[in-house]
């Protein structure tokens, strides 16, 4: 008998990309899943492929990292991304689109939602942009640290009394990816059933701002806006602490309750850490006392002197079996090496231009399928003639059209 590889869950979908930075990701997550994306680039090769940091060999990693698995294309046209016979063609093939500008230049450029859908009625058009299609902000301009900022994000990251600290890379690419590969799962689930395309209206700051932690939560519940605290924790036993090899991050509390206190109160005390008996006396419950300067300093100065001969591994495998919520700070190479990461399978190896990377893998798994990055990201218009020459002489008919399996 011979084995047949399992079908990925996407196996018949095809994608065309023609998205900038912003939306690459959620391509890279389709094309995980199994989907045919077809990523349209000018000659020479989209503006996204030198986007820094590079290697040595000239390989932007941000590029590498979000075009894995996909095709790439070069069409006719005096534009990147302007609707052209060509295009319509290959849409024609398709059953999602991807974009990710505002609606003002995709509007110039034939490929407005609205106007796409009118011609392609069973047609997916994903359009993720920074502030959506539609409201007074629509066509504004944004950057990767405008919509951090404009989603409410930067107002959590950094030090009370310095400027906000923006998250490395392109955080809003990643946020607006994943909202929009996961409402794109939803409208092809409708696809399959009715025949019926959809437009799926991804604006990226409202992705950030449904990304905020529980700060959201805390405004409903505690009447409390959530404000940038640095390393610094609100309420003793919550937050970053020193130990031998670097730092933790320890929750002894939360909202003002003392969650797990008595296991760490244990914890210090069984290590013969001197005055940690302290911690049983009545204040310590007390939301007021436990949310004071002088509480705060006197824990911190009790668990970093336990912490300090310990490293931050022998902390979390130690705090984790009292059923305390503690983790370790971890650099790359502690990721890399991580036993619950390495066995899982997470980090997957993809050779670009004769050079192994590491990739991190993708957010999901299923049963018998492997679900992962496929072959590296393809050289400037590397597909063009085969995707071509498949295409038909007229793209299908509204009836016509379906998803294959």
């Known amino acids: 008998m011979t084995a047949t590889a399992s079908p990925t869950p996407l196996e018949g979908i095809r994608v065309i990309d ?18 045919d994306v077809i990523k ?25 990292f979000t075009e894995a698995g996909k095709r790439s294309v070069v069409l006719d046209g005096p534009e ?9 063609r290959l849409l024609g093939t398709a059953q999602i689109l991807l974009t990710s500008e505002g609606p003002g230049v995709l509007r110039r450029r034939g490929l407005h939602p609205e106007d796409v859908t009118r011609r392609h009625p069973g047609l997916v058009h994903v359009s993720v942009s920074p502030f959506g299609l539609t409201g007074p902000w629509a066509d504004r301009p944004a950057s990767d640290l405008t919509l951090l900022a404009a989603g409410g994000l930067l107002a959590l990251a950094g030090e009370a009394d310095l400027p906000p600290v923006r998250a490395f890379g392109n955080q809003t690419s990643v946020i607006s990816g994943v909202h929009a590969a996961t409402a794109a799962l939803i409208a092809v689930l409708v696809l399959e059933e009715t025949g019926q395309g ?9 992705a950030v701002a449904h990304s905020l932690e529980n700060a959201v939560q805390y405004v409903d519940l505690e009447q409390t806006v959530r404000h940038r605290a640095g390393s610094g924790p609100v309420e003793a036993g919550t937050g970053l602490f020193a130990c031998s090899d670097g730092w933790i991050y320890l929750v002894g509390g939360l909202g003002g309750l003392p969650l797990a206190w008595d296991s760490i109160t244990d914890w210090l005390e ?20 436990r949310r004071s300067e002088e509480a705060v300093r006197t824990f911190r100065d009790l668990f970093e002197r336990f912490a300090a001969h310990r490293t931050k591994r022998d902390l979390y495998e130690d ?9 370790p700070v971890s650099t790359p190479e502690d990721l890399l090496n991580s036993p619950q990461l390495v066995e899982r399978g997470f980090f997957r190896p993809v050779t670009v231009n004769g050079r192994t990377l590491a990739f991190p893998g993708s957010p999901y798994r299923f049963d018998g399928v492997d ?25 299908p008919t509204a009836e016509t059209r379906g998803v294959a399996r």
Not at 20 to 32: I, M
């Open 270 to 289: 069984s290590a013969g850490v001197e005055e940690a008996a302290q911690l049983n006396e009545p204040r310590w419950r007390e939301r007021g006392w």
């Open 40 to 64: 349209v680039e000018p000659p020479g090769g989209a503006p996204e492929r030198s986007i820094p940091p590079l290697t040595e060999d000239g390989i932007s990693l941000p590029f590498a």
């Open 319 to 327: 705090g984790q079996s009292r059923g305390i919520s503690i983790a």
């Open 18 to 35: 023609l998205s900038t930075s912003l939306g690459t990701y959620a391509g890279r997550l389709l094309a995980d899943l199994g989907a």
């Open 80 to 88: 990147i991304g302007r609707s052209t016979d060509q295009l319509e």
């Open 371 to 395: 679900v992962a990055p496929g072959s590296p990201p393809a050289q400037p218009g590397a597909d063009t003639r085969a995707v071509l020459d498949a295409l038909p002489a007229a793209g």
């Open 198 to 206: 959809q437009i799926v209206d991804v604006s990226a700051q409202e």
